[in-house]
Each structure stands twice: as structure tokens, then as C-alpha cells.
């Protein structure tokens, strides 16, 4: 697997320094899903935003977060800022982005400088003197270097994929449906703000939520939980007891004939 490089700006990079542990792991998870998808990434993990610029969408304890982006011709993403979204200051921040895109695309050469984190040994934060870092993500370390983390560390990571998972799958269904998060949230008892974090990977899934989301969503969901690679998928309802008919009815088919 041929992952795209991963360069953090000075903003991002002091940001990730000051970052709780828990908090950090999750943004690894995202980052290293970028280097994995990259140009095909899309929402609930990602927006386009114009000018070359995406955005990373994620949610830390209730918080909206997002940090900018943008892929470079040469197989690598460059994260340019961060900020907690918020409806008052999203066309400014995006402004901001766009700036940082141009000076980083006129001004700055490949990066020399290693950013490597680890919840065993977290940087000081001190503020870098050069004008990005190149940042070694978990997914990455395990491809070239074989990196393995401790037990309760990796079943943090683990809660993270699976809401990350959860995310991907609750948007899908949605979007497909043509629900806005508003008319989910209705349907299923919930808040408005409850369905936004849970597709911003903000919430860990529990039987009664996933049971709630699959009546709303009018489908049967499949839970994947094999290995690393954690799935949830919402099969619409109506295909799921088609297929079940049509398979009772070649089991009483093949009965007869025997």
C-alpha cells in the first residue's frame, strides 16, 4: 500500500504537541486515513472547500473541530491550520486556510524536519523553527517500521475506529435517504447536536444507539469487528427482507425437489 506523506505547518504541529493523549490518538487516526484515501476521502471525514482546500471534520468531547488541508502534486498532504468550528468564524478560518495554501505553495520546500508522537513519549511543546514537519502517523510506522503500542492504548484506538466507522455509515445512509441531520435526529429521538457528533466520530457506539439509528434509518445494520479493520453497514430494510425471501424460497424449492 502506497500512503500519501503526511506535513504539518507550525500551527498544526504546536497544536498536536498540546493535545491530551486520548485526543491525539484520534487525530492520528485521521490523519493516517488521509494517507491511506486521500484524494477519494469525502464526508463525514472530509470537505472540499475550494482553492485546492479540504478540510479534516471531527469532533473532540463535543468539540467541532477542523483542520485544513490541501494535496500536493507529489503525493503529500499538508495540514495548514486548525480551529473549533463555529458558524461566526467558518468563512474567515477558511480565508485564513486559502492563505496558508498560497504561502506554503510559494514559499516552502519539502519538508526536513520529523514530527513523532507517541503516548509513551509526548514533545514539550516547544514552536518549530522550520516551515512544516514531516509527521509519521501510526499507519505509516506500522508499514515501514512494524510499530506496535501498548494493550490499553490500542483499545483506545480501537473505540476510536469504531466511531469513526459508526460516522461513515450513519452519513451514508442518511445522505442516501436524502435526510438532513435534522430529520435523522427527529426519527430517532435524538438531538440535532447527538447526530452531529456522532458523525463526527465524537461518540462510541452503544447496542441501544446503534438500535435507535437503524429504526430511524429503516435498515438492518451489519457490524464488522474483524482484526483492525472495524465496519458498520445499514442495509435498507426492504432489500434486506427481499433477499431473505428469496433465499427461504430456494430453500423450499430445493426440499421439494429432494
Not at 502506497?2 to 504537541?17: D, G, N, T
Not at 491525539?24 to 487516526?29: H, R, W
Not at 466511531?163 to 435526529?185: C, F, H, I, P
Not at 429503516?218 to 428469496?246: C, M, N, Y
Request: net charge positive; with cysteine.
Amino acid at each position: 500500500m502506497s500512503l500519501y506523506a503526511i506535513e504539518i505547518e507550525p500551527e498544526v504541529r504546536e497544536w498536536l504537541e498540546r493535545l491530551p493523549a486520548k485526543h491525539f490518538l484520534k487525530v492520528d487516526e485521521y490523519a493516517g486515513l488521509l494517507a491511506e484515501r486521500a484524494a477519494e476521502l469525502g464526508e463525514p471525514y472530509s470537505r472540499y472547500l475550494g482553492d485546492g482546500v479540504r478540510e479534516l471534520r471531527l469532533g473532540l468531547d463535543g468539540v467541532p473541530i477542523r483542520i485544513t488541508y490541501w494535496l500536493t502534486p507529489h503525493r503529500t498532504a499538508v495540514l495548514l491550520t486548525v480551529f473549533p468550528k463555529t458558524q461566526r468564524r467558518e468563512s474567515e478560518e477558511v480565508n485564513r486556510a486559502r492563505h496558508a495554501k498560497k504561502v506554503c505553495e510559494a514559499d516552502h520546500g519539502p519538508a526536513h524536519q520529523e514530527f513523532l508522537r507517541t503516548v509513551k513519549r509526548e514533545p514539550k511543546g516547544k514552536r518549530s523553527d522550520v516551515s512544516h514537519s514531516r509527521w509519521k502517523t501510526l499507519r505509516e510506522r506500522k508499514l515501514t517500521e512494524a510499530a506496535t503500542e501498548p494493550a490499553e492504548v490500542a483499545e483506545v484506538r480501537r473505540e476510536i475506529r469504531l466511531s469513526m466507522a459508526l460516522a461513515e455509515a450513519v452519513y451514508k445512509r442518511r445522505a442516501n435517504l436524502g435526510l438532513t441531520q435534522s430529520d435523522l435526529a427527529r426519527r430517532a429521538g435524538l438531538s440535532q447536536a447527538k447526530i452531529s457528533r456522532i458523525e463526527n466520530s465524537d461518540t462510541v457506539p452503544t447496542l441501544p444507539l446503534l438500535t435507535r439509528l437503524a429504526d430511524a434509518l429503516d435498515a438492518v445494520l451489519h457490524i464488522d469487528l474483524g482484526g483492525e479493520r472495524v465496519g458498520f453497514h445499514f442495509t435498507p430494510r426492504a432489500s434486506e427482507e427481499s433477499a431473505r425471501g428469496d433465499r427461504a424460497s430456494t430453500e423450499e424449492w430445493c426440499r421439494a425437489a429432494s
